[in-house]
Structure formats: structure tokens, C-alpha cells
């Protein structure tokens, strides 16, 4: 049976990281080969279930791990063999001798690197064979070991003929030898070699991990099937972490929930990913960061810790939290699994939380042959499950105070937490302060902006790159037929502009090609082969292109070589290229004339045009068949008489491209185009606004001015809160490039920025908690607020890391401190209605809105509409019920 596992576990867990530079693979990887790596990684991606298999494994790396052996190849030999084993090419086989007069001609044409290839495939097969030979013969592994098995399926598969041929070869083989060892390698036996370097690229990993054991002193855990005790760890640790804090914990099935509470920073999330990776690599036979370990082997791990919302799925946070546990819950019918949440519903109001996580861990205690640890701020949830509930082992990670500095122990102790410092983090970041300290410099825009200040935060919360994210904004409008165009459109998502006449004619350029409704008058395949056409180089003397063009024309006749028929192919794509945007252009004028947004350049291009000659060959070539000095002429002439006019007009087609791209998804999605105002205008404005990637989305009307310049938002979970947030800030974002909106209209002053705060994650490399990344994102934002620019700020359930005490406290001052800056405009969602309630009586500027929830008996709906005011609606248990998670769990 198959270890289960997930992405969101393999990404809270940081096992493959961002490019492998921080993860717990990277820290395993020391292997000497590709395909060694290769084999780590899906080591990593499949771990064991089987007791037997996971000690083989495990044996196999103690072994190395005490020999300190290295791997006797260099990476070369493995390149040169993939190289080789990849042409399976009859034609390519090598033979004893072959003088006929077509090799030859192709000697003299064109030197045989096919040839040279081969034959270095073939001496690093014979090096590799020996090398390997000599390597197993110095292993000393005992009968019956796992070793020994490994090792002897090595040496049967050197014990076959073509192994022995290699084995007896001369390091340098005359002809006939390379000749049969070829036909015996790689056309004969090709399996038996990948086989061979198969068990190779195996050894490798078993040698890089056994490196890593013995240099960080990593210990080998004992598998065992279920007799009672889950895992028995002393002296557990991160391996991320410097200086770790070791933990121990033992874990029965008398006891199989652990519930974790502890303040702010104490250490939670971090505990929970330590023993979480302890757990992984010891279910893949791994070396583990612990002193010592046992375990009861299970069938999968999943964690929950940070998980974001899915507007794709139309899942807010707490709807994507609630189906996380469905499917997990549906995997416990059938299966024993590791299960880790962290701060479970914490995306809903704090009396949903605490019933649903006192029922949720009341249903993970009766799964006795599973194992769950639970963390949580709601300590009240505890103490009535202690009361009752003896499966429960619950322990803390205290908080020591030092005057105003708390001071972490991460040392796991007994019993439940009311520790709470939120409020002095908070304090100790000195946000408020800086709120305070900017308000006395914050003056009326007098300069234009030169700059959108936008960070990587906010572009991952509104999803706004990504060419291979099909929910992304980017995806959305590139409907684009031109890598070039692409590249272009690439540009403009990245740059903003922050001129409103500039972004009002973009605008205008966007509008009048979706008005023309056409479409790209050439196909993606003629524009792929102009563009490959004009990437390959030419002499630029025309004798020296002709000549160039005559010898490849040589090599097709005598060699059926394609090269010629490739540059044949690619010249007259591109003269199709060129005859077909230059009669776009002339429908154009014929149409349109040049008394538009487009005038001046559609006259420029044709212009060019007729400088350049193109209209005098495009009135030549008509037809599909150029002769041999055709061909030359024109590529010449293409190439390089008129480049400079080539490349301009190929720079014009990608803009075409995106225009018409952009312009047509406006059209077909009912986009509205944004009027930009100069920055002193202080205002944003939209009587109906939806998010762009929800089709038949609910528009809402939203509008700040500096009068009104913050908008408090409450609502339900499911409400739609996260996505109008969403939506405001990509219409911010899309109407700073020149874009379309999705809106009916929509006038802006020219901002300075944009930053978001609605899907933070914790940093164990900076040793952030969850909590703290929400405070330092906080105090990022803060310092841009109070350093005097005009920006567009988006809090989604601000200080949702710590308790309901903490996050009032919090959200009130934050919020109380951001709206006296009425040159930016907010927008803050919370829970915590009662903050809402506090702050109406003393916060000018704040309009107090809410997304209501109807119930239609049990089931609750949602109108996605605005309304005026703070809601006390809260269905998060009502949403859990009518999931049915409980009674899969019964």
C-alpha cells in the first residue's frame, strides 16, 4: 500500500522548498550524479509503508553512513551515456568499415559529432562497467544483509555477456571492437544498461544521505508494526532551525491526540513541522534529526498549517479549512495516518472556532489506530475537553516574561497555556508608534508618482502572474498568438504606469481594438516559423550568406540534410508574416482611417513599409515556389539589407498582438475601461465592481475619498469577503496598467501603491510564526502608510494568529491609527465584530459594511452584496454540519 501524502503537506512541511535552496531535500542532496538527484526526490515524493522495506532502506544507508565511501564516477560519464543510450537510430549504428562514397561526401560536408557521441557513449560504458567492478568488489557486506541483496543484483546483472564483453574490453577498442560493443550495448541490451545505471544512481543516494547522517549526527529510527505505541522520540529537532530546541514526546494509542497551546511566538507551528518531518523521513528509512526514535509505521501524513483560501473553487479560508478536514476525514475511514493541524478554524469568529474544535477533537480521539496533534489559541476549548476527555494528552510551550520582553523556552511541557503577548509584540514592533510619528509628515501629493510600489505578497494574494496559472489575472488576457507578444505582455503586468494621460491612452488604444473586432490576421504556426527564421544568424556580405545557403542546399540533395528546407520553410513564413499585418494595416486605414488613437502609428508602418521596399516584394512573391537565387536574394535582403525595418515591424505586430488580445477579452467579458485622474484627486470610484475570474460575479459599488477613505468589512464565513477585497485590488491593479476592469465604470487618482495582507504564511527560516508574519506584515505596510505615499492597503482578518483577547486589542488601535491617513484607503475584514462595534463612536472616515448570510432552513445563502453596517451573521458550525465531517468521522 502507498504512503499517502499531499502538496499542502509537502509545502508546509517545506520538503522540496523554492528551488530546492531551503527545503529538506536540498539538505539531503549531496548526490554526485543528475539521476542520483532524481531518485532522492522521488525517494522523497513516495515514502514506505512497509516495515520490512523501510528497515532494508534504512540498513542499506547505516551502512555508508559508517564507511564513508564515496562514489568512484564523475557526473561526465553519465552525460555521455544518456547522450548515447538516447539514439536508437538504426541508421546511426556503428560498423567495423564503411568507405562508401556517400560517407565520404558526408566526411567532407559535414563532420560526424553523431559518430563521436557514440563512441564516447561506448568508452564510458566500458569505464562505468570496470569502475563499478572495483567498487563492489571493496564493499563488505554480510550474507543476509540488505546490502548484500542490493550488491548481488548488481553483480548478476555484471555477470551477463554483454557486461563481460565490457569488462574484458581494451580502455581504447579498435573499430571492430566499438562496432560489436555498440550493436551489444545499444541496440541488443539496451535495458540491461539502464538497469545497470539504475542501481548506480540508487547508490549515490544511499552515499549522499549516509554523508549527511554521519556529518549532522542524525539517528536511524526503529519501524515497528502497531503493538500500542505510535512513536517513542527523544531529543527531536527542526532541521532547518540553528541552535534547535530538542523535544521529546511519546504517543500511545491510549493517548493519540495531542493538544498544543502556548502564546504567540512560543514555538507551536515549528514543534508541529519538526516532529512532522521526523515522522516523513523515518516512513522513507531516512536518518532523522532526534537522538532516538521508534515508531509504528502508518499510512500517510497530512498537514493543515498554511493553508490559503481557493477562489477558484469558490473556498473561502474557513471553507477551504472545512473541506482539508473532509478529505482527511474521508481518508481515516480506511486508513492509520500522522494528522497535523495548526490553529484549527481560525478563519471564522471565535465561538464557531471553539465548538467546532472541541467536536473535531472529541471525533480525532475515538480514531485510536491514527495519531493528531492539534494547536490552538482557544485555550477555553481545551480545558472543557481535559474535564472530559482522557484520550488527550495536552501540553504547552511556555512564555516567560522579562519586563516587556518575552523570553521562549520551546521546551514542551504538561497542560494548557493562558499565556498571551500579542498586544506586546505588537507594541515591541513599534507599528503604532510609526502610524503616530507618520501622520505629522503626510502632505498633498505635489509631484507626479514615479513609481507603483507593489511587493511579492500582494502579487501571490491576488494572483496576479503566473503564465502557467490558469486562475491567474495574467492568464485571463493572454489570449495572445506571438511569444513576442507574450514577452510584451509580460512587461506590462510588471511595469505599472503612474502617468494617468499615459494609462488613459493605453486605455484608449485597448478600446479601439476590441471595437474593431477582428482577429490576428496571422496563425500561431506561419509566426513561429518567421520568428525561428530570423533567430538563425547569416553572413552579412552577401557572398558569404549565398554561399552558406549553397552548401546547405548540397548537403539536402546528397545528404537529405533539412537545414535548407528549414530556412526554404522559414522565409516564406515570414514574407506570409509581412504581406499579411501589411494588409491588416490597409484594412485598417481603408476602415478607420488615420483620425483615431492608432493614426499616427498605423501611418508610421506603412510608411516604412514603402521605404523599406517590402511593398515592391510583397507584390513579387505571390506564389509558394522561390528558386535557389530567390531564396538567397530575398534572405539576403531580409536578413540584413532592411533588418533594422524587419525587426520594428516584428515589434509592431507584438503590440498588435496584445491590443487585440486585451481588447477583445474586454470586449467578451462586458471589461470596463478605467478613466485615470492626476493623484490630487484623491478619490476611487466604481458603482459596480466583481471580481474578474468568477464568471457572473455580484458587482458591488465602492468608492473612497479622502473624506471616506476606509471601509470596515465584516460578514459570515462563505460571505465573499476575501473575494471583494480581491476584486478591489485587482481593478486597482489592472486599471494602473491601462487595462480593462471588471466593472460597469470606474474613475481613480493615480496612487502611489498597492499592498495586500490576506494569505501570510510563517518563515521557519526567519523563525516566524504565523502571528509574526502577520505583525511584521503589518508593520511593512505601516512604514510604507506613514512615509507619506498615496497607496491602497487590504487587511483580510487582521491578527487571525493569536487570540480573540489580543486580535481586538489589535485591530482596534491598527485600525483606529491607519484611518487618519486620508491620503490612502483601506480596507480591513475582521471577525471580531465587536471592534467594529468600538470603533463607530470614535473613528471618523470608516464605512462600516458587511456581506449578509440568509438562512433557508439550515443551509445558508449568500447574496454577495454590500450592505451597510457590522453583521452579527456566524454559520461556521452550520457549514461544518452540512458537510457531514462528523458523521464521516463516526
Known sequence: MAFLTDKQTLDDLNIFGHHNGDSIYSIFNRCVTRGGAAVLEDFFRSPLSDVAEI???????????????????????????????????????????????????????????????IQKGILAAIELVKGLHRFAGTLKADSGSALYQEMSDIQNLLSSPVFENLLSSHLKPSSPEMAKLDDLIRFKNPELMNRLITHIYQLDVFISVGKVASDRKFSFAQAHKSDGTFFDIIGFYHPRVQAAVPNSINITNQQNVIFLTGANMAGKSTLMKSLSIVVYLAHMGFPVPAEKMTFSVLDGIYSTINLS???????????AEVLRIKKIAQELRKRRLFVVFDELFRGT?????????????????????????????????????????????????????????????????????????????????????????????????TKPVSEFNIDKQTLTDLNILGKYNPNSIFSLFNNVKTSGGERLLNEMFTHLLTDADQINTRSNLFRYFGELTTKFPISNETFLMAESYFAIGTATNFIGSAG?????????????DDQYDKIYAGLLASIHVLTAFYKFLQRIKQNNGFDNVFGAELKRLLKLYEDSGLTTLIDKVKDQNLSLSDVIKYDHYLKNSIRDHVETILNSIYKVDVFLAVGNTAADRGFFYATALPAHQNTISSTALWHPSISRGVPNPISFSKRENMIFLTGANMAGKSTLMKAVGIAVYLAHMGFPVAAKEMQFSVMDGLYTSINVSDNLNLGYSHFYAEVLRVKTVAEQVASGKNLVVLFDELFKGTNVQDAFDGTFAVTQEFSKYRNCFFIISTHIIEAGHALRDQVDGLRFAYLPTYLNGNKPQYTY???????????????????????ILK
Not at 75 to 97: C, G, H, M, W
Not at 309 to 319: C, E, I, K, T, V
Not at 866 to 876: A, F
Open 548 to 560: 552558406n545557403l549553397l552548401l546547405k542546399k548540397a548537403k539536402s540533395v546528397l545528404l537529405q
Open 309 to 319: 483560501d481557493n477562489l477558484g473553487l469558490g473556498a473561502s479560508h474557513f471553507y
Open 349 to 445: 469568529n471565535v465561538k464557531d472556532a471553539g465548538e467546532a474544535t472541541k467536536a473535531f477533537t472529541e471525533a480525532f480521539s475515538r480514531k485510536s489506530g491514527s495519531v493528531f496533534i492539534i494547536s490552538t489559541h482557544i485555550i477555553e476549548a481545551g480545558e472543557s475537553l481535559k474535564e472530559t476527555n482522557k484520550r488527550i494528552n495536552f501540553v504547552f510551550l511556555p512564555t516567560i516574561a522579562n519586563g516587556n520582553e518575552p523570553i521562549y523556552t520551546y521546551q514542551l511541557q504538561q497542560g494548557i497555556t493562558a499565556d498571551r503577548h500579542g498586544m506586546l509584540i505588537v507594541n515591541n514592533e513599534g507599528i503604532l508608534n510609526i502610524l503616530i510619528k507618520g501622520q505629522k509628515t503626510v502632505k498633498e501629493p
Open 55 to 117: 528497515s532494508r532502506r534504512s540498513e542499506i544507508i547505516k551502512y555508508f553512513a559508517s564507511a564513508q565511501i564515496e562514489l568512484p564516477f564523475q557526473p561526465a560519464i553519465f552525460d555521455a551515456l544518456q547522450v548515447y543510450l538516447s539514439n536508437t537510430d538504426e541508421r546511426s549504428k556503428l560498423v567495423a568499415q564503411d568507405v562508401s562514397l556517400g560517407k565520404k561526401v558526408a566526411g567532407f560536408l559535414n563532420t560526424d559529432v553523431t559518430v563521436a557521441q
Open 865 to 887: 452584496q454590500l450592505e451597510n453596517g457590522v453583521t452579527n451573521d456566524r454559520q461556521g458550525m452550520t457549514i461544518i454540519e452540512n458537510e457531514g465531517i462528523l458523521e
